[in-house]
């Protein structure tokens, strides 16, 4: 790579960073910036799919979101969004009478991250029975916790709920984790608790 290509591909690795580090600067921002360099919104996206290896999928789920209301109407590559029958058990468990709006949800961010998350995340990882379903949302509260990334921990709260955790028992989880925890992000679980008990 020369000096121009490096600076051609600053604002994505920025973005790449960013999504990665949810405490630190804007997303929307390094996506604007992405944008600005004269990178298509496509391009971005598939960035974005790319980093999930390495940032994971609740933070490729808030920046192709963002992206989504930040771009000018793109089509992504082929992917057809799974169908109903392709929606495996666990990702009914946690979002019960919602699956369906959040699938529809995923599939706007984009089909190929819908695919990913349905047939790897929840078909692959999350129903092989080695653990219980309060297990495993109890792990991604934490998890999500850590990462402070609120849309998701939102919806993982609310599985765990539905899933084998108390209102309670949830708090008392968020107390034992608030030591090496971000305030904001307690305060922010808590108050969801309270919402949904």
């Known amino acids: 790579m020369d000096e121009d290509d490096i600076d051609r591909f600053t604002p994505l690795a920025r973005l790449a960073l960013r999504v990665a580090d949810p405490g630190g600067r804007s997303v929307r921002d390094a996506i604007e910036e992405s944008l600005g360099a004269g990178h298509p919104p496509e391009r971005i996206a598939e960035l974005l799919l790319q980093g ?5 999928f609740p933070g490729a789920v808030e920046a192709l979101g963002a992206l989504r209301e930040l771009a000018p109407p793109f089509s992504p590559p082929e992917g057809a969004p799974p169908s109903d029958e392709e929606i495996p058990p666990t990702f ?4 019960r009478g919602g699956a ?8 706007t961010r ?11 995340a929840y078909g692959t ?4 029975g080695v653990l219980d379903l309060a297990t495993i949302e109890g792990l991604a509260v934490a998890s999500l916790v850590g990462q402070r990334r609120r849309a998701p921990l939102h919806s993982h709260l609310r599985g765990a709920l539905r899933n084998g955790w108390s209102g309670p028992a949830l708090r ?3 107390s034992r984790l608030e030591a090496e925890s971000d305030p904001a992000t307690i305060d922010f679980a808590r108050a969801v608790i309270d919402r949904e008990t």
Do not use: C, K, N
Request: no cysteine; charged share 20%.
């Open 52 to 56: 999930i290896p390495y940032s994971g």
């Open 92 to 95: 009914r468990a946690v979002y």
């Open 100 to 107: 369906e709006g959040v699938r529809e949800a995923l599939t």
């Open 110 to 120: 984009h089909p190929v991250l819908a695919q990913w998350i349905l047939g790897f």
């Open 125 to 128: 990882v999350m129903e092989r």
């Open 172 to 174: 008392e989880l968020l």
